[in-house]
């Protein structure tokens, strides 16, 4: 049972010199022993530390904003100024690139280097998401390490299909392909001996007569009668064993049957040219990156191209 004592009767612990507060619950009693001065002191500068940094800095949140506190600093204007040190720095690398073809950029290596660590860096920011934190792609994304390219590896090449994507409904420059689902024009059994006679290209199957047929009539005119693709199509080298999709048969057939239809944005509507210009350097220098082709051997290229594309 409770108890309280009253000033009257105050007692002090003679062990220690402390009065007893005056508590008592079932004969234990609490000794009114005082704080150290250390933690006082303490406390008391947090209150002065506190109220000080109310002052001089933003602290209490308002319906539309926060106090802004008497020295103006935030740390969205500490971002803004570390911005505007960052831009001023790489401003010459992105003038020189503004200024300069990229077709000749390969050439000059210093500038080209940049471009790369450049590169590098708005890779992490925009394209990890679908090409992976080392570029080696996944399931329908392609790996940019290798030296397998659906439509040209050369920075020319490379830095059009950044500007205008693939494959992007609202953009007439974008890459364009279509490959038609078989599914109700060849017959189940049909596309089996297709499948097989792709999957023979790579060497893990054996030759399907009838499968090269109705490749010849059916997907020649895109992949090649070698089956070596043709990069103006987008249309993909079956020979190599690299696959976008997987090689499988349940996949190939799913490819054939259904078709594919793989999208990426275009960024010359998000980004600058100079960023664009270094992301191409980058996977350019991944290690499938090809020479530029002689003007002779573009032209021609670009004239067989689908829409007009290098």
Not at 86 to 102: F, G, I, S, Y
Not at 167 to 194: C, K, Q, W, Y
Not at 205 to 231: E, I, M, W, Y
């Amino acid at each position: 049972m409770a108890k309280t004592h009253t000033d009257s009767d105050k007692r002090i612990d003679q062990p220690t010199g402390t009065a007893f507060v005056g508590h008592e619950w079932d004969g234990i009693e609490e000794l009114n022993t005082p704080l150290p001065r250390w933690w006082l002191w303490t406390f008391y500068l947090t209150i002065i530390w506190s109220l000080a940094y109310v002052i001089l800095y933003p602290a209490w949140p308002l319906i539309h904003g926060a106090t802004e506190g008497v020295l103006g600093w935030t740390s969205r204007s500490q971002f803004a100024d570390e911005m505007i040190k960052a831009d001023a720095k790489r401003a010459p690398l992105v003038n020189a690139l503004a200024a300069m073809p990229v077709e000749q950029l390969v050439a000059d290596q210093n500038l080209y280097q940049g471009a790369v660590a450049g590169g590098a860096a708005a890779f992490k920011v925009h394209c990890v998401q679908c090409h992976g934190s080392g570029a080696s792609g996944s399931k329908g994304y392609p790996n940019l390490n290798d030296d397998d390219w659906l439509w040209g590896g050369d920075i020319v090449a490379i830095e059009y299909t950044l500007l205008h994507g693939i494959r992007n409904p609202d953009h007439p420059e974008t890459r364009a392909s279509a490959m038609p689902a078989f599914e109700g024009i060849l017959a189940p059994a049909e596309i089996s001996a297709v499948v097989s006679h792709v999957q023979s290209l790579s060497g893990k199957a054996k030759p399907n007569a009838q499968g090269a047929q109705l490749f010849a009539t059916n997907c020649a005119s895109c992949h090649g009668v070698d089956g070596k693709g043709l990069r103006q199509f987008g249309a993909p080298n079956l020979t190599d064993n690299i696959w976008l999709y997987g090689g499988d048969p349940a996949t190939i057939t799913q490819t054939v049957r259904l078709s594919r239809q793989g999208v990426m944005p275009r960024w010359n509507d998000k980004l600058d040219r100079a960023t664009i210009k270094m992301l191409a350097a980058y996977v350019h220098s991944l290690g499938g990156g090809e020479a530029v082709p002689p003007p002779a051997v573009a032209a021609k290229r670009e004239a067989n191209g689908a829409n007009g594309q290098p």
